[in-house]
């Protein structure tokens, strides 16, 4: 079945951007395809495939893909399959590839045409024209509505508009009319506005059913949805006649679960069919986690990022970028805690295998939900805000103090060659230890003290190293400490020859952390999300010469290099 277009793509950059967005139809089929050599011409229709996954009877939307002056066609692989499903459609700006499941094609087109399929439901719910009538009764009461509703019945001509008026005005506020038309009726109440016998004998409220919102004063119904303040937010009741489902007035494929509470708030529970999945529209919670079941022949269809754009599809959505190291690559992920701020530390998913992982936030930024920076099925949520100080690193450095050899600063300074394998290295500043594959072991400490009134004097310098240099089954040598540089300042990298790390602000101090590459490479060195150095790898050549560097002083300034002097 052909679908009504909304719009054509004839521009590159807008075809790149769209295919993105559309995750290159990725799972999609190609329905038709013609090409006539002669003519160089190339038509094509992509279709969703809804054979399992929508018993709705809706149809399928359709893109039609119409090119012209079409050269270099090239074909590879392509089986004989009554069905072309897409794993990709690639456009670099010049040249079309059709990567199939079996085979691809590809060809180049001088000019070409893209229509989009006009499409009533999204990802985030339907495109909004019609509210249940209590609740428009219910906020024109509450004076939320002071402006005009323009409307048509549905078997109205496609040049009738008609308007409900509503105004601030003490004598008949209210009004009904059809455009071009100098004939309206007013009315004291809105009730008697409704069910006035207007219509061939029939009520407003009667054919409410036939009714097309087309807008709100100067908003579409979405749009006013979404932005508007309401007398109540949100609202969920099931109409008495058929027992439909509405939030917000709007319709949505569901029910009210009377034997299912929400555990936040007590509400019952609402279930949507769409999805086969709970939600609270009090907490805006989607209470199971979304699912496939691969023994099942059909598929759940993904979940909006909040139930809320089910009514309020236009909302403003919060999102953050995140790096997992110091001056990292960044990723983008979903963000609805709003006590979360640039700065904070987070836990994020990673993968398909969604492990978690920690994170720094680098941005804060909103989107409306039909602008989003990433195709839906593509953004992850931020799992949860990181406190100040692990609990675990506490948990490491009483057991360490405890049980182990512990080379304390506070009470003195630490002898210049001492050759005494320590567990945990106690300064004024915090506790430092070393980690083999996330276990701690024994390390030597070297002291490099500074002469009083040196130009680059520090506090402290000490170079740590394992107290044993043949490791098996190496996975990683970390140097780990219990100051919170989650909420340090970074101030500037330590780089430079052999050594690689950074310095920070802490209070008062300006603290620096190194590790040693010496490699040609300086491959064996990395980092993790906070910035403590790590080694990745072990060369035998150099073993004797890898370890680590903690110095510090009081902070001065930004542009101090004594820090970096010293590791």
Same mark, same amino acid.
């Given at each position: 079945?052909?679908?009504?277009?909304?719009?054509?793509?004839?521009?590159?950059? %807008?075809? *790149?951007?769209?295919?993105?967005?559309?995750?290159? #139809?990725?799972?999609?089929?190609?329905?038709?395809?013609?090409?006539?050599?002669?003519?160089?011409?190339?038509?094509?229709?992509?279709?969703?495939?809804?054979?399992?996954?929508?018993?709705?009877?809706?149809?399928?939307?359709?893109?039609? =893909?119409?090119? %012209?002056?079409?050269?270099?066609?090239?074909?590879?692989?392509?089986?004989? =399959?009554?069905?072309?499903?897409?794993?990709? &459609?690639?456009?670099?700006?010049?040249? +079309? %590839?059709? *990567?199939?499941?079996?085979?691809? +094609?590809?060809?180049?087109?001088?000019? +070409?045409?893209?229509?989009?399929?006009?499409?009533?439901?999204?990802?985030?719910?339907?495109?909004?024209?019609?509210?249940?009538?209590?609740?428009?009764?219910?906020?024109?009461?509450?004076?939320?509505?002071?402006?005009?509703?323009?409307?048509? #019945?549905?078997?109205?001509?496609?040049?009738?508009?008609?308007?409900?008026?509503?105004?601030?005005?003490?004598?008949?506020?209210?009004?009904?009319?059809?455009?071009?038309?100098? $004939?309206?009726?007013?009315?004291?109440?809105?009730?008697? =506005?409704?069910?006035?016998?207007?219509?061939?004998?029939?009520?407003?409220?009667?054919?409410?059913?036939?009714?097309?919102?087309?807008?709100?004063?100067?908003?579409?119904?979405?749009?006013?949805?979404?932005?508007?303040?309401?007398?109540?937010?949100?609202?969920?009741?099931?109409?008495?006649?058929?027992?439909?489902?509405?939030?917000?007035?709007?319709?949505?494929?569901?029910?009210?679960?009377?034997?299912?509470?929400?555990?936040?708030?007590?509400?019952? %529970?609402?279930?949507?069919?769409?999805?086969?999945?709970? +939600?609270?529209?009090?907490?805006?919670?989607? =209470?199971?986690? $979304?699912?496939?079941?691969?023994?099942?022949?059909?598929?759940?269809?993904?979940?909006?990022?909040?139930?809320?754009?089910l009514w309020k599809p236009k909302k403003e959505l919060r999102f953050c970028q995140v790096a997992y190291s110091q001056n990292g690559k960044p990723y983008t992920y979903y963000c609805p805690e709003e006590s979360i701020l640039e700065g904070d530390w987070v836990s994020v998913p990673v993968g398909k295998q969604n492990l978690k992982k920690e994170a720094q936030v680098i941005k804060v930024f909103h989107e409306q939900v039909?602008?989003?920076?990433?195709?839906?099925?593509?953004?992850?949520?931020?799992?949860?805000?990181?406190?100040?100080?692990?609990?675990?690193?506490?948990?490491?450095?009483?057991?360490?103090?405890?049980? !182990?050899?512990?080379?304390?600063?506070?009470?003195?300074?630490?002898?210049?060659?001492?050759?005494? @394998?320590?567990?945990?290295?106690?300064?004024?500043?915090?506790?430092?230890?070393?980690? #083999?594959?996330? *276990?701690?072991?024994?390390?030597?400490?070297?002291?490099?003290?500074? @002469?009083?009134?040196?130009?680059?004097?520090?506090?402290?310098?000490?170079?740590?190293?394992?107290? *044993?240099?043949?490791?098996?089954?190496?996975?990683?040598?970390?140097?780990?400490?219990?100051?919170?540089?989650?909420?340090?300042? &970074?101030? $500037?990298?330590?780089?430079?020859?052999?050594?690689? !790390?950074?310095?920070?602000?802490?209070?008062?101090?300006?603290?620096?952390?190194?590790?040693?590459?010496?490699?040609?490479?300086?491959?064996?060195?990395?980092?993790?999300?906070?910035?403590?150095?790590?080694?990745?790898?072990?060369?035998?050549?150099?073993?004797?010469?890898?370890?680590?560097?903690?110095?510090?002083?009081?902070?001065?300034?930004?542009?101090?290099?004594?820090v970096w002097y010293n590791v």
């Open positions: 079945m052909w679908t009504k277009r909304r719009s054509y793509i004839t521009e590159s950059k %807008q075809l *790149q951007d769209y295919l993105e967005k559309e995750d290159g #139809f990725h799972d999609y089929i190609v329905g038709s395809f013609s090409f006539d050599s002669q003519l160089k011409t190339l038509e094509m229709t992509i279709e969703e495939d809804c054979t399992f996954s929508d018993d709705s009877n809706a149809a399928a939307l359709i893109w039609d =893909l119409s090119c %012209q002056g079409v050269s270099h066609f090239i074909v590879d692989s392509i089986d004989g =399959l009554f069905k072309w499903w897409l794993s990709e &459609l690639l456009f670099d700006g010049e040249t +079309f %590839q059709v *990567q199939l499941v079996n085979g691809y +094609f590809s060809f180049k087109a001088t000019s +070409f045409s893209l229509g989009i399929p006009h499409n009533t439901a999204t990802d985030f719910g339907i495109e909004i024209s019609r509210l249940h009538h209590d609740y428009l009764l219910q906020e024109v009461k509450a004076r939320k509505i002071v402006d005009e509703i323009a409307f048509a #019945f549905e078997s109205d001509n496609d040049d009738v508009l008609r308007f409900i008026g509503i105004s601030n005005s003490e004598k008949e506020p209210f009004w009904i009319g059809v455009s071009n038309s100098p $004939d309206s009726k007013r009315y004291q109440e809105i009730d008697e =506005l409704f069910n006035d016998k207007i219509y061939n004998g029939k009520s407003l409220k009667e054919r409410w059913p036939e009714v097309i919102i087309y807008g709100i004063g100067a908003l579409s119904v979405d749009e006013w949805l979404t932005f508007s303040e309401h007398s109540v937010d949100p609202q969920a009741f099931e109409s008495e006649e058929d027992g439909t489902l509405f939030i917000n007035g709007v319709e949505v494929d569901g029910f009210i679960d009377k034997d299912n509470f929400c555990k936040m708030c007590g509400a019952n %529970q609402c279930h949507l069919n769409d999805y086969d999945e709970y +939600f609270c529209p009090f907490c805006n919670k989607w =209470l199971h986690e $979304d699912c496939w079941d691969k023994d099942e022949i059909h598929y759940i269809k993904k979940l909006p990022l909040e139930p809320v754009l039909h602008k989003l920076p990433f195709p839906l099925n593509k953004i992850k949520a931020v799992s949860k805000k990181l406190s100040s100080m692990n609990q675990e690193v506490e948990k490491i450095v009483n057991k360490l103090s405890e049980n !182990g050899l512990t080379c304390d600063l506070i009470k003195g300074k630490f002898p210049a060659g001492s050759s005494v @394998a320590y567990d945990l290295l106690k300064t004024p500043i915090g506790h430092f230890w070393l980690e #083999f594959n996330h *276990q701690p072991i024994k390390m030597f400490i070297k002291a490099d003290y500074p @002469a009083d009134g040196s130009k680059y004097f520090v506090e402290g310098s000490y170079f740590i190293k394992p107290s *044993q240099t043949d490791f098996d089954d190496f996975k990683q040598l970390c140097l780990c400490t219990d100051i919170d540089f989650r909420s340090a300042r &970074l101030i $500037d990298s330590l780089g430079g020859e052999h050594q690689d !790390g950074y310095n920070w602000q802490i209070n008062e101090y300006d603290i620096g952390l190194a590790s040693h590459p010496y490699s040609y490479m300086e491959d064996e060195v990395s980092e993790t999300p906070v910035g403590l150095p790590l080694y990745v790898s072990w060369y035998e050549d150099f073993k004797h010469l890898y370890g680590f560097s903690v110095a510090w002083k009081y902070y001065e300034s930004d542009e101090d290099l004594s």
